[in-house]
């Protein structure tokens, strides 16, 4: 059977439950995930004085052929793209400025800075994201920033936050398509501490100081990542959900959602719709933890269904950004991205083909034996078969083809770096 032929079968399965699959492909096909570049190089950026990675995340492996310069990062970028469904956008940290040679402060880092990515990103057709990088530095050393207790410290990491929304409104300016410039900071303490509030009350003016520099909303959108522990603050982060729920409610400002951020049994599929009640817009980083906040690639699991599920049956793909977050140096790069991405709009797909509304109203009416009886069902209806159909339709590998792919371009590129 061909792939046509097996679409047909499966849709007809579909449009009994009053799935339009057509639709559902052309809807797909709008939803941009934001790729993150800093998977290519394990967070390493291209700062001429550069520093160890620090902050309390860690990049395990040593696998070969990571991107060592902006041009390698592109053109891996690139390779992933071409094996991943639909247009999406990429994610950009600080750290990848570049800067001709010249040793650039992170609070002088400027628009021009990044015109190669943003002629890259034209070319390509991509919108960017954007985030300030507040670690791997030496003013980040002790592990504190914008809540740090020294007041130079504060104000150098303030400057660049203000320095990496101006890059965001110039991405959203020159792209066409508004940036979201994410904020995360590692500040936390490895053991208890002795007074919670007071760096909590520094994080806050901190921010209120960077937010009341004036970027075009309309170019720029702003959000702020919270976390449980990292390595070394595994007792206190400043800047945890509560209170950046708070901050971000307050000031309008988007709460960004890491799925490894959380406590093991957390989970963030379960906080998308009280959170979307009280707010317009929200973000995501979409990440697997393993234990703690490992940053593995995500896989099509169980929590990954239900973030999908969630942002579809309440039709939030409007107001939900999506971006991933996982990096693994053990396994091909290329194939990390291309595995992690295809799975998120899998997911997206298997949302889309789920008849949300029947399983709503079943729901009210209390029949609860039908709504498992159904959810069960449909996590084996021939989904893979649309998946396989939305592929060659968007000219991309179907199936693990991908892979010979990413196998020839380690031989061709990735083994001679
Ligand atoms: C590199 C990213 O900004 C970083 O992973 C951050 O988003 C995070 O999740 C830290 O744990
Ligand atoms: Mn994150």
Same mark, same amino acid.
């Given at each position: 059977?061909?792939? #046509?032929?097996?679409?047909?079968?499966?849709?007809?399965?579909?449009?009994?439950?009053?799935?339009?699959?057509?639709?559902?492909?052309?809807?797909? &096909? *709008?939803?941009?995930?934001?790729?993150?570049?800093?998977?290519? @190089?394990?967070?390493?950026?291209?700062?001429?004085?550069?520093?160890?990675?620090?902050?309390?995340?860690?990049?395990?492996?040593?696998?070969?052929?990571?991107?060592?310069?902006?041009?390698?990062?592109? &053109?891996?970028?690139?390779?992933?793209?071409?094996?991943?469904?639909?247009?999406?956008?990429?994610?950009?940290?600080?750290?990848?400025?570049?800067?001709?040679?010249?040793?650039?402060?992170?609070?002088?880092?400027?628009?021009?800075?990044?015109?190669?990515?943003? %002629?890259?990103?034209?070319? &390509?057709?991509?919108?960017? @994201?954007?985030?300030?990088?507040?670690?791997?530095?030496?003013?980040?050393?002790?592990?504190?920033?914008?809540?740090?207790?020294?007041?130079?410290?504060?104000?150098?990491?303030? %400057?660049?936050?203000?320095?990496?929304?101006?890059?965001?409104?110039?991405?959203?300016?020159?792209?066409?398509?508004?940036?979201?410039?994410?904020?995360?900071?590692?500040?936390?303490?490895?053991?208890?501490?002795?007074?919670?509030?007071?760096?909590?009350?520094?994080?806050?003016?901190?921010?209120?100081?960077?937010?009341? @520099?004036?970027?075009?909303?309309?170019?720029?959108?702003?959000?702020? #990542? *919270?976390?449980?522990?990292?390595?070394?603050?595994?007792?206190?982060?400043?800047?945890?959900?509560?209170?950046?729920?708070?901050?971000?409610?307050? %000031?309008?400002?988007?709460?960004?959602?890491?799925?490894?951020?959380?406590?093991?049994?957390?989970?963030?599929?379960?906080?998308?719709?009280?959170?979307?009640?009280?707010?317009?817009?929200?973000?995501?980083?979409?990440?697997?933890?393993?234990?703690?906040?490992?940053?593995?690639?995500?896989?099509?699991?169980? #929590?990954?269904?239900?973030?999908?599920?969630?942002?579809?049956? %309440?039709?939030?793909?409007?107001?939900?950004?999506?971006?991933?977050?996982?990096?693994?140096? *053990?396994?091909?790069?290329?194939?990390?991205?291309?595995?992690?991405?295809?799975?998120?709009?899998?997911?997206?797909?298997?949302?889309?083909?789920?008849?949300?509304?029947?399983?709503?109203?079943? &729901?009210?009416?209390?029949?609860?034996?039908?709504?498992?009886?159904?959810?069960?069902?449909?996590?084996?209806?021939?989904?893979?078969?649309?998946?396989?159909?939305?592929?060659?339709?968007?000219?991309?590998?179907?199936? #693990? *083809?991908?892979?010979?792919?990413?196998?020839?371009?380690?031989?061709?590129?990735?083994?001679?770096?």
């Amino acid at each position: 059977m061909t792939v #046509e032929a097996n679409y047909q079968y499966a849709k007809s399965l579909y449009e009994k439950w009053g799935i339009d699959v057509d639709s559902v492909l052309e809807k797909l &096909q *709008s939803v941009p995930v934001s790729i993150h570049c800093w998977l290519g @190089d394990d967070i390493g950026g291209f700062e001429v004085n550069k520093s160890e990675l620090s902050g309390g995340i860690d990049v395990t492996g040593n696998y070969p052929g990571k991107a060592r310069n902006p041009e390698e990062l592109r &053109q891996d970028l690139e390779k992933a793209m071409s094996l991943i469904p639909g247009k999406h956008r990429v994610n950009l940290h600080t750290i990848y400025a570049e800067t001709n040679g010249e040793v650039v402060e992170r609070d002088q880092v400027k628009p021009e800075h990044f015109k190669n990515w943003v %002629n890259w990103a034209k070319e &390509q057709g991509l919108g960017l @994201d954007f985030n300030p990088t507040l670690f791997s530095h030496p003013n980040a050393a002790d592990g504190l920033t914008l809540s740090h207790p020294n007041p130079e410290i504060r104000e150098f990491w303030i %400057n660049h936050c203000i320095a990496a929304r101006r890059i965001g409104e110039y991405f959203g300016k020159e792209l066409g398509t508004p940036c979201l410039t994410n904020i995360w900071i590692p500040d936390g303490y490895k053991d208890v501490p002795s007074d919670r509030l007071t760096p909590r009350v520094r994080l806050k003016e901190s921010l209120d100081q960077i937010f009341a @520099d004036e970027v075009d909303e309309r170019y720029n959108v702003d959000a702020i #990542e *919270s976390k449980l522990f990292g390595i070394g603050s595994e007792s206190y982060v400043v800047g945890s959900h509560e209170f950046y729920l708070g901050y971000a409610l307050k %000031n309008n400002k988007l709460c960004l959602l890491d799925t490894g951020h959380f406590h093991p049994t957390e989970t963030v599929s379960n906080k998308i719709s009280s959170m979307l009640l009280y707010s317009d817009q929200l973000a995501l980083h979409v990440s697997r933890p393993v234990r703690w906040d490992s940053d593995h690639v995500v896989t099509f699991d169980d #929590e990954l269904k239900e973030i999908a599920l969630e942002l579809v049956r %309440n039709d939030a793909l409007d107001k939900v950004k999506i971006g991933l977050d996982f990096f693994d140096a *053990s396994i091909n790069r290329i194939a990390a991205w291309t595995i992690g991405t295809r799975n998120m709009i899998k997911a997206l797909l298997f949302a889309m083909l789920t008849p949300n509304d029947y399983l709503k109203q079943l &729901q009210e009416e209390g029949n609860f034996t039908e709504r498992l009886a159904l959810l069960e069902e449909f996590k084996t209806y021939p989904f893979s078969a649309i998946w396989d159909y939305y592929c060659e339709k968007m000219d991309v590998p179907v199936r #693990e *083809s991908w892979l010979d792919e990413v196998k020839a371009y380690e031989e061709e590129v990735l083994s001679k770096r």
